[in-house]
């Protein structure tokens, strides 16, 4: 049983490109979320999904995209990475949305030159 | 804008001391989490109190609920070395999506 899997565990992009991080979960839970951490702002989050096939807004989605195709996997895409995206991302996932308990997973440190 | 604010920013403290942080949020819950992170670490979860608790006990760790002041504390009774992160707040405003705050850094020094 392991959790929540990110990958990978680090990246270095150029301005412009694009790339996709990848979440999975075991636990059968029904709620993913992204949530990106920069140093003295705590957690903000990017795009969460309720449930397979479905994915919604966050507090700070642009420049993001996601897609939850399967239930146990949850992908962030960057289209054309800019400087501002520089940050660690962290995935997490919940039973329910109404305030659950998350379990993370060990994060991306993604930096973009 | 930030649902809650933990409160220092950064304590450190010898081991065996107590450890207190607080948390102060905005608007009604019905919920309210701490969450450590140890560096380079995702989070994970320490305890969660619904608005009907007033105070909820595990291990070490004991965390008070304020409802009418919108604050939270929580306490870490005899730390230790390993006690050393960042230990967050999370409240669900209006029963939605978990909102952190930008966290306390509690070093313990042995």
């Known amino acids: 049983n392991a959790g929540v899997t990110q990958t990978p565990k680090f990246r270095v992009l150029k301005t412009g490109q694009s790339m996709t991080l990848l979440c999975a979960q075991d636990?059968?839970?029904?709620?993913m979320y992204w949530y990106r951490q920069d140093p003295g702002m705590g957690l903000r989050l990017i795009h969460y999904?309720?449930?397979?096939?479905?994915?919604a807004k966050g507090e700070v989605p642009d420049g993001y995209n996601v897609s939850r195709l399967k239930k146990q996997n949850f992908l962030l895409g960057l289209e054309s990475a800019a400087p501002s995206q520089t940050s660690v991302y962290f995935c997490?996932?919940?039973?329910?949305?109404?305030?659950?308990?998350?379990?993370f997973g060990s994060g991306t440190q993604l930096s973009v030159l | 804008s930030q649902q809650g604010e933990e409160d220092p920013q950064a304590l450190s403290i010898q081991e065996g001391e107590n450890a207190t942080m607080n948390c102060s949020y905005k608007t009604s819950i019905n919920n309210l989490q701490w969450y450590r992170q140890n560096s380079g670490r995702g989070l994970v979860h320490l305890i969660l109190i619904r608005s009907n608790e007033r105070e909820k006990h595990s291990g070490r760790l004991r965390v008070t609920l304020d409802t009418s002041k919108k604050s939270s504390s929580l306490l870490i009774t005899a730390s230790r070395a390993a006690d050393t992160a960042s230990y967050f707040c999370?409240?669900?405003?209006?029963?939605?999506?978990?909102?952190f705050g930008a966290g306390t850094i509690l070093r313990v020094k042995s």
């Open positions: 997490a996932s919940s039973r329910g949305t109404r305030g659950g308990k998350l379990f």
């Open positions: 636990m059968n839970h029904e709620y």
């Open positions: 999370a409240t669900p405003p209006r029963g939605n999506k978990l909102v």
């Open positions: 999904s309720v449930g397979e096939g479905t994915t």
